[in-house]
């Protein structure tokens, strides 16, 4: 539970036109892997796609007679689908992709520092799901291609092996995350906000180069989600962004988009 002494980190919120800017002036947080002494069970499908998804980019690496990724990274991945934007929850595709890449591909997750998933609608003529993904050296230029022709697979925590096993979450991270949730819910109730948004992009300046992106996205995607300012029906694309920034100076942006004509 929250002190009600406890500051609160300063939010603002700006609308312009159909668009919403919120910025956090505060250290981005990110989503803290809860703890358990024993073994965990990882969802089976999750993991051959991931597998397959390994498969395609090590095969596109040799193809440009490159070595795994060191330097910070660009990812791009537009999914098309006859799936429904409402069906797919296109951050938690991207957190798999990511996996599948890991030390593999990429030496870590933390040298991740663009990326962007884009939802098409697929055809009639071509029914079957394509994930097209795009990975490129931001000092270098070196990049690779690969595409693969299979169902999307959202992210799935994994679970205790043992029978009654519990997850461990910090109460330190778990405190922190009300706080900031708090602060946001704040400031959101005081806007007017006009309708739902059909893209979300946020921009994290932190001083802790080794924070993954994308499990800073999923710090605040679900409070955003919960407040109905991002339209499940309509979402199309998602794009997370890691600057480096001086203590002090650190804070969250996040702008939602909306492409709909008034």
């Known amino acids: 539970m929250i002190n009600k002494s406890t500051n609160l980190p300063k939010v603002t919120a700006s609308e312009i036109g159909q668009n919403l800017i919120i910025q956090i002036y505060d250290k981005p947080k990110a989503k803290v892997r809860p703890q358990i002494q024993n073994k965990l069970i990882q969802n089976h499908s ?78 009639k003529r071509y029914p079957k799901t394509d994930i097209q993904v795009r990975v490129e050296d931001s000092l270098s230029k070196d990049s690779i291609f690969f595409n693969c022709q299979l169902p999307c697979v ?58 993954d992106v994308d499990n800073m996205f999923l710090s605040y995607i679900h409070l955003i989600r919960n407040k109905g300012l991002l339209d499940g029906s309509r979402n199309i694309g998602i794009g997370m962004y890691k600057r480096h920034a001086e203590q002090g100076n650190e804070r969250t942006i996040i702008n939602l988009l909306s492409k709909r004509t008034a």
């Open 46 to 123: 999750m993991m051959f796609f991931q597998q397959l998804i390994m498969k395609e980019a090590r095969t596109a690496l040799r193809r440009e007679s490159l070595n795994p990724f060191h330097n910070p990274i660009n990812v791009e991945i537009e999914v098309t689908t006859r799936q429904l934007p409402s069906q797919i929850q296109l951050e938690r595709v991207l957190k798999t992709i990511f996996d599948g890449l890991n030390r593999w591909v990429i030496s870590d997750d933390n040298i991740i520092n663009n990326a962007q998933i884009w939802l098409s609608k697929g055809t």
């Open 154 to 211: 959202e992210k799935i925590e994994a679970v205790p092996y043992d029978v009654g096993g519990t997850m461990i979450v910090s109460t330190q991270a778990a405190t922190e995350q009300q706080v900031t949730e708090q602060a946001l819910l704040s400031e959101i109730s005081k806007t007017t906000v006009t309708g739902q948004h059909d893209i979300c992009h946020m921009v994290f300046c932190t001083n802790d180069d080794t924070k």
